[in-house]
Structures are given as structure tokens and as C-alpha cells.
């Protein structure tokens, strides 16, 4: 499958499908004829597993690797600095070809370094995640500040996405379901019919079939690529995507970063956002089978015990999303509506501790 992608600054194919990667030599031939040097940013896992075979069918090119830690911790200045340094000890130029393989830690951090080395050369996304099958398109790369998560970055967008669906089963379970919210996400926000069908024929994230498995990220990927062609820098509807992300990061920051992953925490961010737009809103929405079957699923649906509500109020309002001090959360109307509402502290408050009190 193919699915074109389309923003202001660049259009690019995103070829979904197993095998897929197999297509990369020819593809990197047509576009990049002269290309120097191609390196291939992976991380420990992926690396353990795939780099060889990777290597093995880009032997036709002068190819190089670069490993980094896996998973958040590649995201940091030491980390990108090491990438910058091999890059310049490898004499990369501007006709070099950078390919991010793995997740949406290394998507961000290479997408980063190539946004960022001689003020930017080519890179090509080869996810191996599926939360990557929302990473991967849009052009949002970033590193992590101390301060805070991915406050360090760039929209730049990649040539090519090439997403080769035979990498994702290794993928650990908990990572499943990270990557599964985004898709829950992708439906809730703006197609009722495609969250219906999820609900309806996902039943164990374990043994998905490669067609469920490659509909469900291709109709993401759609959806994803709908929303960026619409607003590439996130003036506008681009912010609908972070549905369950203003709870979500708080609840991942407070935790801990690595204690619950980001989709994990993000879709309890989302029940709350639900009951929040049935409270506001009116949105006619029944809680019951959908958070049962998420718990079949082996999500989480409370919000962890030990994480305060005032805690995590403050920490929604440094959100760099928050405006003027303000926490906006993406509610619902109805499902595939979404709207953006203001939220006073008091009320966000309220409002947890209620969702504590209920859901334990
Ligand atoms: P990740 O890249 O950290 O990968 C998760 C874990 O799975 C890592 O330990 C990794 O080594 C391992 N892994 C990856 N592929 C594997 C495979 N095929 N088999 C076995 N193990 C594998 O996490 P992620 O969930 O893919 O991405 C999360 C990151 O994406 C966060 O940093 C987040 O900020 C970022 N993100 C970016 C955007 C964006 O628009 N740029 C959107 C959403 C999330
Ligand atoms: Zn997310």
C-alpha cells in the first residue's frame, strides 16, 4: 500500500506492507542517484535484531551504522552530539542519506540530526513500532531537555516512509498497546466507523493478522497524514492529535518516564478526556464496553494511585501546549469531532480527583 502525504513543504510516499523494506535499494537508486554516504541510525534492540539484514540489503551502497541507546534515552544533547560527531568522522555531506530505523525515540532523534547537520540533509523513516506508525509521519522531530520532553526540535519531513510490518513482531506486549492507543486515538478524533471496527475486531494485540494489522495502521497513517497536509505547524487542527496527550504526559512525567509507556499513559489521558466531554459537552459515549474491552486488552484504565492531582495539574500547565498559563484539553463533541476547550484549574482538579475516586 501507498499513501501519499502531502504539507506545504514537501510531498512523500509512505509505503505500508510486509516486505516493503525490500523496495528500499531500488527507491534510494531513482531518488538519490548521487547519494554519498547512507547511514543508519538504530537502536540496541533494533539493532540486535534487524541491523545485519538491513545492512545485507543495502550492500550496494557505502553504508554506515550508528547504535544508540534504546528507546527515551536516545533522545538527550549527549546522545545527539555523538550522532553529529560520527557524522562528521564519517565525512557525511550534504548528498549523504540518513535512515532512521526503529522506533519513534530514534525516528525523533535522527529525524533531529538530520533536520539540524549541515543545516539539514535527506532522511527516509523505517519504523519498527507501531506507535512509529504515528511518530514517523508529520515531521515533528525533537530531542529532550531536562526541562522538558521534546522541547528541542524541528518540523522536518522525511523523503520516504517505508514501513515494513514483519519488524513488529518482536515487539514486547506493553509496546503493543502503546502504539495501539495512537490508533484508538486516530479513530476517536475523526472516524467513528474505523474506531468501531477496531473495537469490534481487535481482541488480543498478540495475534493480530497481518491484513488487521496492516489496515488498521494504514487507515491510522491516512488519518495522521489528513490532519498534517491540513496544518503542518500546528496552528490549527494539528492539535487535535494530542487527545489524551495533556493528562497523558502528566501522567508519564509524574510516573516516571520508562514506568508506563507513552500510549499507555495517553489512553487513560483519553478516558479522562471522554468523561470530561461527556460532562462539558454532551458527547453520548459508553464508557462501560470500551473500557472493559481495553482492559482485555491489558490496559490500565485508572489513574496510578500514587500520582497526586495537584501534581499533575501543575505539571499540565507547563505543558508547552498550555497557553498563557491556560490547560486546553481536545474534547469531543461526538466521536470523530473533535473540539478545543479551556479547562480552569479548579475544575481539572475536581475532576481527577472524581476520576480516582471511580476508576481504581
Ligand atoms: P521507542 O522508540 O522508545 O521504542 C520502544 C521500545 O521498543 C524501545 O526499547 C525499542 O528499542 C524497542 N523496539 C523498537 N522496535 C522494536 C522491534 N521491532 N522489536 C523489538 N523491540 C523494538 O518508542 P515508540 O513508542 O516507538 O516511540 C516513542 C517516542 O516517539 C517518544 O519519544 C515520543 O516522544 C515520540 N513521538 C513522536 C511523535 C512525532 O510526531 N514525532 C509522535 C508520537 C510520539
Ligand atoms: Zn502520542
Known sequence: EEIIIHTSSKDYPVFVGSGVIEELP????????????????????????????????????????????????????????????????????????????????????????????????????????????????????????????????????????FYDLSFLSTLPQNERRSGFAEVIKHGLIHDQKFFDWLLENITDLHHLTTEQLGYMLEIGIRIKGAIVSEDEKEVGVRSYLNFGHTLGHAIEGEAGYGQITHGEAVMIGMLFALRLSKEILDLSFNMEPFESWLTKLGYRIEIPNELDPNRLVARMKQDKKSVGGEIQFVLLDRVGSPVLKKISDDFLLQQISAYKEEVR
Open 26 to 161: 531500488a527507491f534510494i537508486k531513482e531518488r538519490f542517484p548521487s547519494v554519498t554516504t547512507i547511514l543508519i541510525m538504530t537502536d540496541q534492540n533494533v539493532g540486535e535484531r534487524y541491523l545485519s539484514l538491513l545492512m545485507g540489503i543495502l550492500s550496494n551502497f557505502n553504508r554506515t551504522h550508528f547504535i544508540v541507546p534504546n528507546g527515551e534515552s536516545a533522545k538527550t544533547f549527549e546522545v545527539y552530539h555523538k550522532c553529529l560527531t560520527y557524522c562528521l568522522e564519517q565525512k557525511l555531506d550534504r548528498k549523504s542519506l540518513i535512515l532512521s530505523f526503529g522506533g519513534g525515540a530514534v525516528g525523533d532523534l535522527s529525524g533531529f540530526v538530520a533536520a539540524t547537520f549541515m543545516r539539514g540533509i535527506p532522511f527516509i523513516q523505517l519504523p519498527t513500532t507501531i506507535l512509529a506508525h504515528d511518530s514517523a509521519v508529520g515531521g515533528k522531530v525533537a530531542i529532550n531537555h531536562p526541562l522538558g520532553k521534546n522541547m528541542i526540535g524541528a518540523f522536518y519531513q522525511p523523503e520516504a516512509v
